[in-house]
């Protein structure tokens, strides 16, 4: 078990400016983890900060946006000692967090791998590639926030993690598939659509035929077991508020899933949310499971 130092308080005032940023783009996120510690909140912020505005440019085929972002990090993760101001871009916050914490940057590697399939707009062609994905843009988040969560190793805990990242990524592509596909984005795999003799066309119609509702649920099926390693993972957390962060964030997307199910995909067009009375409940479950 590693201990590691506090982050001093001039650079915490630093990252506080990813705070607003997801408050405002990701309220679940934000409601998840805003009561830990600041060190592990803003360093969180910071992350989720700058992965999103990757994931813009990747999604707007903004190549100018994307590439700057990504030499940023590239300059910055090559470069010794980094000292913090209030000049530092976001990529020179996020290569201090992961020095402080002890983050493989290969992870950020990865993820790039994964924006650029949706900056090159490459198709997905089977299960398989699909996972992979997932892993990318969403198993790597996950084993970022479990280092800056857990003082036990990742590697012992990698394929939990990682199957949450699926799972939570898959639960976002089954959420949005409908405003994905108007915008001519789809992550339905081909070998799927061929098994259930369906065109990606049909997921631009809000009320799918019933082989589209079969398809979804069959992902959905998917993702839910792979939400059987939330105690796997939560366990490695020894801190309260770590944990209950954790496994609320993951509790949230869970429910936007069981959701998701039960009302079968009937309408692609209504975005399925968890609402701010849902979100309390699970809050109050989450905590009472973690009191001692």
């Given amino acids: 078990m590693v201990t590691i130092p506090k982050i001093p308080n001039r650079v915490l005032e630093i990252f506080s400016s990813s705070k607003a940023a ?55 993760c090559n470069t010794n000692n980094i000292v913090i101001n209030k000049t530092s871009n976001i990529a020179d916050r996020v290569a201090y967090i992961f020095n402080h914490f002890s983050i493989d940057t290969k992870l950020m590697t990865d993820m790039i791998q994964g924006q650029l399939r949706d900056l090159n707009n490459i198709e997905i062609n089977t299960l398989s590639e699909l996972e992979t994905y997932c892993y990318q ?63 990606k066309q049909v997921l631009l119609e809000s009320k799918p035929d019933i082989q589209t509702q079969s398809l979804l649920q069959y992902l959905a099926r998917l993702a839910l077991s792979k939400y059987a390693e939330t105690d796997v993972i939560t366990d490695q957390i020894l801190d309260r508020k770590g944990k209950v962060a954790l ?46």
């Avoid at 926030?145 to 976002?172: D, H, M, P, W, Y």
């Avoid at 993951?250 to 968890?274: C, E, G, P």
């Fill in 137 to 199: 843009v969403a198993g790597t988040v996950g084993c970022m926030i479990f280092c800056i969560l857990s003082r036990n190793s990742i590697e012992n805990n990698r394929k939990a993690v990682i199957n949450l990242g699926i799972a939570l990524q898959l639960t976002n592509i089954l959420r949005d598939v409908h405003e994905d596909a108007m915008a001519d984005r789809y992550f339905i795999p081909k070998q799927l659509l061929l098994k259930y003799d369906i065109q």
């Fill in 247 to 292: 496994e609320l964030s993951i509790n949230v997307y869970k429910k936007i899933l069981t959701k998701l199910m039960k009302n079968n995909f009937v309408d692609l067009s209504k975005r399925v949310y968890v609402t701010p009375q849902e979100k309390l409940l699970l809050l109050l479950k989450t905590f009472s499971k973690h009191i001692k």
């Fill in 22 to 76: 997801i408050k405002q783009n990701s309220s679940s996120f934000y409601f998840a983890f805003s009561k830990l510690d600041k060190d592990q909140a803003y360093s969180i912020f910071v992350i989720y900060d700058y992965l999103r505005q990757i994931d813009d440019a990747a999604d707007n085929h903004d190549r100018i946006t994307f590439n700057k972002l990504i030499f940023w990090w590239e300059t910055a």
